[in-house]
């Protein structure tokens, strides 16, 4: 008879959500349920292209005992009301990014899910793909030697339209350029450099100023292991360059734009490097000048992973803990930036 697919289910019904959906489709050994909205007619617009059930009560969805996942896709700020539901009634949570707006925000989820021995997934795409886990292993295996520099740029666009509703908002969004758009950047640059121990930042509005947040910012970064960095995040400016990591090092130095690889050098040569620097596709697609650019590849990896970690009974590539290191490196860069003082991690 074999085991019966994982349940998923969606709270929120904005246009992630969709993206959601599609992803969850292509799953193997998992099936989309049901999808919760405050509108019935949004929950439908996703539910009905899947065979899925709509629903304006979350409480309805939540409690279907063939519900085993929940993907929380509501505004940023609003992170926190429905992944605690959901892991009240039992049930694993995937959340968009961030997990919620501020570390502390996100320590309720985490605690919450430890107590009630549920997961916790952010949704971090970058990690899964192709360029990133190469990168990964270069630096897990030495290869770059002591890193000297370890940076991130986000240059993106955002057109006026784009901040309608709560974009930019400090309450439902959290902030602007750095925690909606370029907070994938800084994941993967925690994830290849480690966690900054102090970062210094500005951040500003320089084209949408209708916004509460910033639409750009910068930071100067101090990592643990010695190394420094720079970081820079806008949705200002045309017409929205790939998003850039540069991780430069004693024995060689990489930098990957989305998720290809532009640079591969090194003091040593090894079997596979002409391979590597030769490249392939950007499976995940780039988000640099419209978020609806983004690829469903990405959601789909992290998502079956997910699945393939419940069945087998170990942990997935990417939990909760984990991915609460973006909020707070986020959270500093904000706090240095209102205070005009460098933020200790």
Known sequence: MGTPPLGFGIIGAGTISTLHAKAIAQLTGARLVGVASRSLENARKVADPHGAFATAETAVLLARPDLHVVCVTTPSGAHLEPALAAIRAGKHVVIEKPIEI??????RILDAADRAKVLVAPVFQGRFGDGARTVKAALDAGRLGRLVLASAYVKWHRTAQYYTGY???????????VINQAI????????FAGLPAEVFAWKTRRVHTGIEAEDTAVAALKFPSGALGAFEASTALWPGWSRRIELCGEHGSVSLEDDRI????FREARPGDDAIRAGGANALGSGASDPKAISVEGHRRQLQDLVDALSAGRAPLLDGREG???VALVHAIYQSADTGKPMQL
């Open 324 to 326: 609460r290191k973006a």
């Open 262 to 265: 532009a640079r591969w050098e």
């Open 102 to 107: 501020t570390p502390a925000r996100a320590d």
């Open 184 to 191: 994938h950047g800084l994941d993967l640059l925690q994830w």
């Open 167 to 177: 974009r930019g908002s400090l309450v439902l969004d959290g902030g602007g350029a």
